[in-house]
């Protein structure tokens, strides 16, 4: 299969590269770089060091055998596009490329308006491109449960059947995005709705949750593939941020009272959850949506779950401290989500056990004079 990693050096698109290369599908990444400016913009850094996007090409090709094209520029950029569509000619899209951070997209009036015009045109000129050039193509388009919220009811796939009246109907489940960002994912699940039911175009919408751990064992061939591993206030995630503050010996950091509960996925699940929406295509006309997570957890047990791995497997003793929360968010809620559509595809889940945050905990040790302190605690106020 021809498929597009776009945003394919990313954090999520590297690893999925690799992942369908290693199996054979013909890859190509699409990738405009910008993540790498953003370190720079940020004064920040991947914790881990990373190759430049044509070392790690040209390294892969080394240790595999295999190729991967490569295509530097800009979604928004639709003569860019409208080339790498005629001359590569995807069956399936893979749609990292957006701004992914909700406390970038709440830095100031600029960052929201680069996030919104990142995220929302870029994708509706996916969507025309595989209008005009590939109207066969399957997007493969990731999307976030933080598009959902936090209701006080059980999240289903995508869709929620709905009587009124008397009348029955189904509709995209309701949405309450927490951030810019956020509501950047759901103008997408809606183009991408209108998109698939007036042209025809397929495509599946994979709300996947927050993602933990660096490698997939491809990763380790070489230290030219290795992937990123963000620890800051900004792009870091929050068990990312709970380790290495554990590494160097401070506080792990809970905003409020810790009870915000979010579904969890292991890197190593996300490659495969592509690769099952890749080799299982939505029908044209379809849209398909699967909620791609695979347990859940709060702040608070995330914490206590780094404090004692740290302590038993490296001595390290540290406290768990509550701080005022950046964000605008419920500190205490309902959380319960259906996730069995990727399981009746055929996904086994790579849970977060001790073992897993403890390869976590290795590789931030051994990396930790990369470490940049003041950025660790560096989210702006949502307020």
């Known amino acids: 299969m021809k498929i597009i990693i776009a945003g394919g050096d990313g954090f999520c698109g590297w690893a999925t590269a690799l992942w369908l290369s290693e199996r054979d599908f013909d890859v190509a990444i699409v990738d405009n770089l910008v993540r790498r400016e953003i370190d720079e913009e940020m004064g920040s850094n991947s914790l881990t060091p990373i190759a430049s996007l044509e070392e790690r090409v040209a390294k892969w090709k080394e240790v595999s055998g295999k190729e991967i094209k490569t295509y530097v520029g800009d979604l928004n950029d639709w003569d860019f596009l409208s080339k790498v569509f005629q001359e590569f000619k995807p069956e399936a899209f893979v749609h990292y490329a957006e701004q992914r951070s909700a406390p970038y997209s709440m830095i100031d009036r600029e960052h929201t308006i680069y996030t919104q015009q990142n995220n929302v045109l870029g994708t509706l000129n996916v969507l025309y491109a595989m209008k005009e050039f590939a109207p066969d193509c399957h997007l493969i388009k990731l999307g976030t449960m933080g598009e959902y919220g936090t209701p006080n009811i059980e999240i289903e796939e995508g869709y929620l059947e709905v009587e009124h009246k008397g009348r029955k109907d189904t509709f995209l489940f309701p949405k309450r995005p927490g951030s810019f960002y956020h509501l950047t994912k759901v103008h997408d699940t809606n183009n991408i709705f209108f998109a698939v039911n007036t042209w025809g175009l397929r495509a599946t919408d994979l709300n996947q949750g927050v993602v933990y751990g660096v490698d997939i064992d491809l990763n380790e061939k070489d230290p030219a593939l290795v992937n990123r591993f963000d620890y800051d206030g900004v792009y870091g995630t929050v068990l990312n941020r709970f380790i290495i503050q554990a590494a160097v010996g401070l506080p792990l950091s809970v905003y409020g009272k810790g009870g915000q509960t979010r579904g969890f996925i292991n890197i190593e699940d996300t490659v495969r959850c592509i690769e099952l929406a890749a080799k299982n295509p939505a029908d044209r006309g379809e849209l398909r949506i699967y909620n791609q997570i695979t347990e859940d957890f709060s702040v608070l047990e995330l914490a206590e779950r780094v404090q004692k791995v740290g302590k038993e497997r490296f001595g390290l003793d ?58 660790v605690m560096n989210s702006p106020s949502w307020k």
């Open 318 to 375: 540290v406290e768990i401290n509550h701080v005022e929360n950046p964000r605008v968010e419920k500190e205490e809620h309902y959380f319960s989500t259906v996730k069995t559509k990727l399981k009746d595809l055929g996904l086994e889940e790579h849970l977060l056990t001790d073992e897993v945050i403890e390869k976590i905990f290795k590789l931030a040790l051994d990396n930790k004079d990369r470490l940049k302190k003041d950025l």
